[in-house]
């Protein structure tokens, strides 16, 4: 399985990005994929996760409300669509895949549970 990630920048605060994760190597049917973030001096952080068959989603807290999960089946791709961008978001943002989903939501927001990860994209909310 190879996971790559693309889409980061530096914007300001207030605006848009959208992450891309492509996937390949593997059936995903069964999947849960992820994307976490990093900060300097932090630790990996869950941001959020969607179920590969049927689409379900969850969110961390801090970013219920402005980012958006999703998939494209035919382009084996998850998107991160983040809106209202701020400087805390601040980060070098991965995504993880999980070759069977998890459905208990605790062991979903470990890094621990995915067993792939992409290489990582920076992105910087600065004024």
């Known amino acids: 399985v190879q996971l790559q990630a693309s889409g980061g920048g530096l914007v300001r605060p207030g605006d848009s990005l959208r992450l891309s994760c492509a996937a390949s190597g593997s059936s995903f049917n069964s999947a849960g994929m992820a994307w976490f973030r990093q900060a300097p001096g932090k630790e990996r952080e869950f941001v959020s996760a969607i179920r590969w068959g049927t689409a379900s989603t969850d969110y961390a807290d801090s970013v219920k409300g402005r980012f958006t999960i999703s998939r494209d089946r035919a382009k084996s791709t998850v998107f991160l669509q983040m809106n209202s961008l701020k400087p805390e978001d601040t980060a070098l943002y991965y995504c993880?895949?999980?070759?069977?989903?998890?459905?208990?939501?605790?062991?979903?927001?470990?890094?621990?549970?995915?067993?792939?990860w992409g290489q990582g994209t920076q992105v910087t909310v600065s004024s």
């Open positions: 993880a895949l999980d070759p069977i989903y998890n459905v208990d939501r605790r062991t979903r927001s470990r890094p621990d549970n995915y067993a792939y």
